[in-house]
């Protein structure tokens, strides 16, 4: 049965469960992988939960200068190698969704990987495990589309550049592709 | 259009997928050498054990006539084969009253070794090596072993071999 | 701090290489002594490989 990771940012309660969950496992030392994002502070708690998106063509990998970041056979986008990782922050500004994060007492850049210790073996990531309103979600396709209106889309078009993920976005049903228009969020018209 | 093909150059030595990326590292490196380190040991073992199993194997060097006392005056020699018909072997009457045996192959590169009566030992043509006719030990030349000695036993009026020694 | 973990895994390898030798010495020696008909050094080398190979399996370990 093949599993995969769905989000719904839509159903986010920012109760920061994930973010507490992914720092507690042993080997990220107390560092979360994942974030939550405020939309907009100033006018709405809503939050929305930022992990690797695992793009086919990741554009993280492909800018690190020190060939720190490889991709599983499975098409997993592993966390910077601890032993080659140099600190440049390329891979923070290449990443379309935002998803590295360079922590800087570590001299580091930490990112989700869809806790690969756990789904290589057939268990769930830390976060879709806990999260309680399932705004993030490890399963079989079949069973969310039974239990959801929204599609999960996987293909995402920034400007002209178009990126396909292995985790999916949950959207309103006619959407066929996630289209943003990145400098219309960049100015304030 | 270049400056792509430049890239894809490069993009080979340093593969994004794991499965693609062949480069050795010093840990698998030093992996690989305690690996090595298993075999070697397992090498070594392997011929203590035959070493022991050669001797205890039972009917392997049968013992068997080879020559009567009669045949042999004092300084004479007679070759003969044991174990295997492959294995050359001579006889040599060094004392009225003594017989010793050794195998003709030169510890150096296997050519057969000659009796020097007058010397007192065996002597190999190829590349002048010499043994002692009283223990084989090596007396000159490139051999580095003694020549394999043959356990004799005397049965009357008759001359057996045995075991190697 | 990484140059020390270098430092000590290029030092590892260096002593691996030393104990490697030392069994290849040993293998070879008992190899001829068997071929020569020579006295039982089979398992006294026998032993003193495994105690090379214990030495390297620690240094492997060390590294890991």
């Given at each position: 049965m093949d599993m995969e990771f769905f989000i719904d940012p839509s159903r986010c309660i920012g109760c920061h469960a994930c973010v507490h969950a992914c720092s507690e496992c042993d080997s990220h030392r107390g560092q979360s992988m994942i974030q939550l994002e405020f939309i907009e502070r100033s006018s709405s708690p809503q939050t929305a939960p930022v992990v690797c998106m695992h793009c086919e063509d990741p554009a993280c990998a492909r800018v690190c200068p020190a060939d720190a970041i490889k991709v599983t056979a499975e098409g997993v986008v592993q966390s910077a190698l601890t032993e080659r990782c140099i600190g440049c922050s390329n891979c923070v500004l290449a990443c379309p969704f935002g998803v590295p994060k360079y922590v800087i007492a570590a001299d580091q850049m930490v990112k989700c990987d869809l806790c690969?210790?756990?789904t290589s073996i057939g268990k769930k990531p830390m976060c879709a495990t806990v999260c309680p309103s399932e705004a993030l979600f490890y399963g079989a396709r079949e069973e969310l589309v039974k239990r959801r209106r929204e599609k999960p889309i996987d293909d995402f078009v920034f400007?002209?550049?178009?990126?396909?993920t292995k985790v999916s976005l949950m959207a309103p049903p006619e959407t066929?592709?996630?289209?943003?228009?990145?400098?219309?969020?960049i100015s304030e018209q | 259009m270049r400056s792509e093909q430049k890239r894809e150059a490069w993009r080979e030595d340093f593969p994004i997928h794991w499965e693609d990326d062949e480069y050795v590292t010093r840990r698998e490196f030093t992996k690989f050498l305690g690996l090595t380190s298993l075999a070697l040991f397992l090498g070594t073992a392997w011929i203590a054990v035959w070493e022991?199993?050669?001797r205890r194997l039972p009917g392997a060097e049968p013992?068997?006539?080879i020559a009567s006392i009669a045949e042999l005056d004092f300084g004479e020699v007679k070759l003969f084969r044991y174990p295997t018909a492959e294995e050359p072997c001579i006889l040599i009457r060094i004392a009225p009253d003594r017989f010793v045996a050794y195998s003709q192959r030169c510890t150096h590169l296997a050519c057969p070794v000659v009796y020097e009566g007058e010397k007192e030992r065996l002597r190999c043509p190829c590349h002048e090596g010499f043994f002692s006719a009283e223990d084989g030990r090596v007396l000159a030349g490139p051999p580095k072993r003694p020549l394999p000695k043959i356990a004799l036993?005397?049965?009357g009026d008759e001359i057996w071999v045995g075991d190697r020694v | 701090m990484k140059r020390q973990r270098n430092t000590v895994l290029s030092i590892a390898m260096a002593f691996l290489a030393v104990v490697l030798l030392v069994q290849l010495w040993l293998l070879v020696g008992t190899l001829e002594a068997f071929m020569g008909g020579g006295g039982l050094v089979g398992l006294p080398a026998a032993l003193a490989s495994g105690a090379c190979l214990l030495i390297a399996a620690w240094l492997v370990g060390s590294v890991e």
């Open positions: 690969y210790d756990r400007g002209q550049k178009g990126v396909k066929e592709r996630l289209e943003l228009d990145v400098a219309s969020f | 022991r199993l050669r013992a068997r006539r036993s005397v049965r | -």
